[in-house]
């Protein structure tokens, strides 16, 4: 009848240092979750004002006002951006947002989710005016309403996240006195891998460009030919290639 080696001290010592080891894993990811927690709460009861007043916001945003949990900001043109903020520990501890932006010609709601796995805004639908491209220096002023549908954008960890189509009438542009006619566009935002991917397409379902943005922080652009029927501008050869890291 075979015997039983009896479990040397060393085997009984190292299964008590690794059971030792797993319960202070424990602590410690406990502890960081609460302090999650408490970080996160603070804010939410933190006026906004105190938060961003070392922020150097664009020239855009006239001021904000509130508090994490229930707030705002003003934009120039008569537009306005407010949130309603909660929390919650399941799973992991975050903040998420109902966020509304609204103007004379604007109004597109969305949600926001903010936590230590990255942040995220999604489900955004409406319409947004013309008048937001003032926000951009140098921007061409248009006359299309833009339908906004089902838009997302997330930056995690390890990967970017893209969902929704944004799409635009036929319309015209100006700038500098010069007039471009627009024709109907969309654009169409998704997944590509652990990168996000955005290609506009004209109304005879034409590639105009695309872009990818990679979760390495780089930007590819890719500006088709079929651009220099919109924008004159552009040259006419072979698609144009840009490499942009930010």
């Known amino acids: 009848m075979p015997l039983k080696r009896p479990a040397t001290p060393a085997a009984g010592t190292d299964r008590n240092a690794l059971r030792s080891l797993g319960r202070w894993l424990f602590v410690g990811l406990l502890a960081c979750a609460i302090l999650i927690t408490v970080v996160l709460v603070c804010a939410w009861r933190m006026p906004a004002s105190l938060l961003t007043r070392n922020m150097d916001f664009p020239p855009a945003v006239?001021?904000?006002y509130g508090s994490v949990r229930d707030g705002g900001a003003t934009l120039q043109g008569g537009y306005r951006l407010r949130w309603e903020s909660r929390i919650s520990?399941?799973?992991l501890p975050?903040?998420?947002s109902d966020l509304?932006?609204?103007?004379p010609d604007t109004r597109v709601t969305a949600k926001a989710r903010v936590g230590v796995t990255g942040v995220e805004v999604g489900n955004a639908n409406g319409r947004a005016g013309p008048g937001l491209a003032a926000f951009v220096p140098g921007a061409w002023q248009c006359d299309m309403v833009a339908r906004v549908s089902?838009?997302?954008?997330?930056?995690?960890?390890?990967?970017?996240?893209a969902t929704g189509n944004i799409d635009t009438p036929q319309g015209s542009c100006t700038k500098a006195g010069r007039s471009v006619e627009i024709p109907p566009l969309a654009l169409a935002l998704q997944n590509d891998g652990p990168n996000a991917l955005v290609v506009l397409t004209s109304d005879a379902n034409a590639q105009v460009a695309r872009a990818r943005i990679r979760c390495d922080r780089v930007l590819e652009l890719e500006i088709a030919p079929a651009a220099a029927d919109i924008f004159p501008q552009l040259p006419r050869g072979g698609p144009i290639n840009l490499q942009l890291p930010f």
């Open 89 to 91: 520990v399941f799973a």
């Open 150 to 161: 089902q838009v997302g954008f997330g930056w995690h960890w390890r990967k970017v996240r």
């Open 94 to 96: 975050h903040l998420t």
């Open 62 to 64: 006239q001021g904000v």
């Open 100 to 103: 509304t932006l609204e103007g």
